[in-house]
């Protein structure tokens, strides 16, 4: 019988930790985090729901984070890069099913940590479970692999570990921290069709940068592997880099959205977030046979302004 995962801070310290390099803290978020230090950059890592909190470059933070965030069990955590697994937005049949899937809300299994020359990284791990068969009547295993070096990267892997084939959508639904929304510009989707997922995914097609002006879901189709981020305000860009995709999302929740959230954390939170989500969404959907693995990748890479 397999040994059960490590969740306390002090023995998955025992077990990972690297001097300078990996370290396991208590959060006062609640629940363990892993710290991945390279250099002047820093990841920060929620085992609940293998969520990457911040990341940070000579102390600047490139993520959006609610300031009412926790980490409870059930629930999801309000900023960083969620997981969104085994389904994107709403369940496809049954909107009862929570939204975005069921793994953000619960601890992922601490499994592997490197601190190599070029490189830092964690391995989280999470199964699917006897009681997920009745939101998702699968086994499988997704796994997301977290590395820190000159970019942060994300990796999530979906393996089917079942006797018969499934489909997923899936998403790493990045929040970035932005000087002010009006100061955002997304490059890279010029010419793309989107679903406009506020006009019944309405399909449109995107001429020039994208600017954020009023609430905002799309998910755009096609070549969306290059995409840029910049920020005149701060007058920094980031690069987005996706593999194993053929989709991303876009979204700001702007006024009313945000107030109907309710944990965002003040009713201009709005300003300082926007979502650029590495996907498989709308039309965008993977089919995996017995013993079949699939991997969405995304690599960020900043250019801070000097």
Known sequence: MPSPPLRDHTQLTARFAVPGRIAIEASPLGGPVVRLIHGEQQALIALHGAQVLNWTIRGQGLLWLSPVARIRDGKGIRGGIPVCWPWFADHPTDVGKPAHGFVRHRSWEMVAAKAEALSTSVVLAAPTVLADAAMWPHDAEARLTVSLGQSLGLALETVNTGSRSFSITE??????????????????????????????????????????????????????????????GTRRRVLIESTGSRSAVVWNPWTAKTARLGDMGSPDAFRQMLCIETANAGDDVVTLPQGGRHELGVTYRCLLAD
Do not use: M, P, W
């Open 171 to 232: 998403a790493l639904h990045t929040y970035f921290r932005v000087s002010d929304i009006a100061n955002a510009e997304i490059a890279g989707l010029d010419g793309c069709t989107y679903l406009d997922k506020l006009e019944a995914f309405a399909r449109k097609r995107q001429s020039g940068a994208v600017h954020i002006d009023a609430e905002v879901d799309r998910i755009y189709l096609g070549d969306t592997a290059a995409l840029e981020l910049y920020d005149k």
